[in-house]
């Protein structure tokens, strides 16, 4: 039982190889800048690290995934992939970390902890001081102005 297991596994390798090898291939003979693919889920084969040597081969390349917005409404938008930004999604699928959540994280607005996005202290002041000037402006029926 285990030499069959281990050479299954050795023969599932050799197939993904080739696959990716083919895959690249196909992708050289033509004239693609932006690639759409899903995120292998339980024993489907990842071709994610092929895909990513072709986006590396020219600055105009893009990948992108689809993100779950709502499980309850299977709602989704394509984000784009880099694979150094990412988490686990709703499904247990790794995804994107939006742009947005990563610049709030790097001003300390925002962090992840326990697989969920929140404000900090910081951040949650912000967000209050921008719902007061909204309301500010609502009530007022003015548009808002840059403070100098």
């Not at 390798?13 to 196909?26: D, G, I, R, Y």
């Not at 247990?92 to 790097?106: S, T």
């Not at 001003?107 to 309301?135: C, D, Q």
């Amino acid at each position: 039982m285990l030499e069959k297991r281990s050479r299954v596994q050795v023969e599932c390798s050799t197939a993904v190889e080739n696959l990716s090898a083919h895959l690249l291939q196909w992708l050289a003979e033509r004239a693609v800048s932006r690639l759409g693919f899903y995120r292998p889920i339980k024993n489907e084969p990842d071709l994610t690290e092929p895909l990513l040597t072709w986006k590396l081969g020219s600055p105009q390349r893009c990948l992108c995934v689809p993100v779950v917005d709502d499980s309850r409404s299977k709602t989704m938008h394509n984000a784009r992939w880099e694979a150094e930004r990412v988490r686990i999604g709703c499904y247990g699928i790794e995804e994107p970390i939006e742009d947005i959540l990563v610049r709030l994280q790097a001003r300390e607005y925002a962090a992840f902890t326990s697989g969920r996005w929140h404000l900090t202290p910081k951040g949650f002041m912000l967000s209050n001081s921008i719902l007061v000037e909204l309301l500010e402006a609502q009530q007022k029926s003015r548009p808002l102005t840059q403070k100098k």
